[in-house]
């Protein structure tokens, strides 16, 4: 029986975060031999055990470890994986890696939750533009791009004029201008959107909160997600990105203040979802296309492929799951950490555990399930 009341939020960090930065073997002598330009100083991590830290940058999410709720999943990707951010995002939205897909994922699961399109805002993005994973036929998502209350069409016109205004958009795609895969997507997609906007932009309404959240994007569009969650008007799946983890040259400073956003977000947003008594169904993922490469270029990381994923939350068994690929020369692959873990592995025990859903169908294959949810 699918579990439509559970959530799930999505982060992605996209550009191909570091992984050997984010999640250091600060005891393996070839760390430092393969970062002499970036590498991370012992006394600017903070230690999670005996073999791995995170930069001090991270601090909060030492909080998420410490109360055994964040799960850090090693060595994610799949083999033979394209250096290219467009090629390789597309294969974790569809889960088609050798061939161009057409579905995303989370469209999928959320056209198994409400297959007669009741809730127009059971996927919300938050972003000007709509991530491939959440793209399936018959699926509507809400994409906000900015501030909650001013989410919709024309907010800025109202009254009769603002009523004329969209009756004349919603005829720009009607049956009598044409028909087609492209014309009925845009015609539903236009509709939804006028369904959905009355629905989530009164979120902010009756909410209220002693959380402080940084004034950062990811903080701005992480307390956008909490309001919706908090209002109950049926959201299930939420998606949200923060760039840009390219970090070619001064990787020093760019990564510190992309993971220092994150970290500070997403500690904000925990603690606003605890303080209003929701966050017992929610989780929250967040992985990268890819990882960087073992050595760094004298300035940065170039594009790699073995990288690291989370899974947060209340209801998460946290810990280390898979282990980080070696650092050997001989173990490489063209100068990257070889993936160990399918990133299918890492959806598959959300779309079961969490979702109670047949994952084959939705990833594309059967896949070992990582026990990382209670």
Known sequence: MPNTENCLVVLQLTGGNDYLNTIIPYNNPLYRDNRPAVGIADNNMVHLDGQHAIPDY??????????????????????????SHFRA???????EPIKVGTEGWLGRVAREFDPKKENVVQVVSMGPSLPRSLVAPGVPVACVAGALDKYGFLPQVQGNERAHVLDRFAKMYSPAIGSGPVMDYLSETAIDSLKGEDIIKVAPQNYSSTVQYPNSPIARKLKNIAQTHIADIGSRI??????????????????????????????????????????QNVIMLLFSEFGRRVHDNGSGTDHGAGGVAFVLGDKVKGGHYG??????????VQGDLDPNMDFRSVYT????????????????????????LN
Request: with cysteine; proline share 6%.
């Open 323 to 332: 282990e980080m690929p070696s650092l050997d020369a001989s173990k490489l």
């Open 349 to 372: 025990t959300i779309l079961d555990k969490w979702f109670g859903l047949n994952p084959a169908p939705i990833v594309n294959g059967t896949f070992e399930q990582p026990a990382y």
């Open 58 to 83: 991270m601090a909060p999410m030492k909080g998420f470890w410490d109360a055994k709720q964040m799960a850090i999943l090693h060595g994610v990707g799949w083999k033979e994986s394209p250096r």
């Open 238 to 279: 939420f998606y949200c990105d923060h760039s840009t983890f390219d970090t070619h040259a001064g990787q020093a400073p760019g990564h510190a203040a992309l993971w220092k956003a994150v970290s500070e977000g997403v500690d904000a947003f925990f603690k606003d979802l605890r303080e209003h008594n929701k966050s």
């Open 89 to 95: 995002m597309d294969i974790w939205h569809t889960c």
